[in-house]
């Protein structure tokens, strides 16, 4: 899988509109980057290691500290440890699993809409109060429903993801006004096969390469 991700990190870099965005990236040199979020982001062919690769040879440094299952509440949590850090920008993908629901006839999301915007203001505050850093949020990507009510793991715990549920808590991070890479409205709902594994939730590889694209995209449009 890391073999993976060095392989889309290479055929970005040969494309020159790429370099050409990662050239325009707001970094100085050694520059310090946390890529913070779940399991989209620790996944070992991440977006976040594929932007690790690109940007090493421009000496910033990318960290992942993101959690498989985490929510937004999660998140609150280990923030702190990342601001002690001091890093120059801090990229976001989180709360998909704010929208998570469990039971064949689910009736509530892990954590509420309200209480997802609360944390999501939170963690701006406290970044905006603790440290120097910039951010770039991300929205969480939409999901295939049908895939994941029959995926023979998810549905052995009696795990669901509503695109609906998705929406709002990609509604909450537009709702910041920060930065923003949106990537339930990027994607499509649902995203295209080829973007997501046949859990209809987690990225392949490919999708991971197309959110990569998206952060270079988005985040090289900031002064």
Do not use: Y
Request: proline residues 6%.
């Amino acid at each position: 899988m890391r073999e993976g991700a060095e392989e889309a990190a290479r055929a970005l870099a040969s494309d020159p509109e790429v370099a050409a965005m990662i050239g325009r990236l707001p970094l100085r040199d050694g520059a310090r980057i946390v890529a913070f979020g779940d399991s989209h982001t620790s996944d070992p062919q991440s977006w976040a290691v594929i932007l690790r690769e690109l940007l090493a040879l421009r000496g910033v440094t990318v960290e992942i500290d993101a959690v498989p299952g985490e929510t937004t509440t999660h998140g609150l949590i280990r923030i702190g440890q990342v601001t002690a850090q001091q890093p120059d920008w801090i990229l976001f993908l989180l709360g998909t699993n704010d929208a998570r629901t469990q039971g064949p006839t689910p009736s509530k999301t892990l954590v509420s809409a309200q209480e997802t915007e609360s944390n999501l203001r939170e963690l701006f505050a406290r970044v905006a109060h603790e440290t120097k850093a910039r951010c770039l949020w991300m929205s969480p990507p939409p999901v295939n429903e049908e895939s994941v009510k029959n995926h023979w793991g998810l549905s052995r715990f009696g795990v669901r993801f509503r695109n609906e549920d998705v929406a709002r808590v990609a509604e909450s991070v537009r709702s910041l006004g920060t930065p923003l890479v949106d990537l339930f409205a990027l994607l499509g709902t649902p995203p295209a096969p080829e973007l997501l594994m046949e859990d209809g939730l987690h990225l392949t590889l490919v999708g991971q390469k197309r959110i990569a694209l998206e952060v270079l995209r988005g985040w090289s449009k900031q002064s």
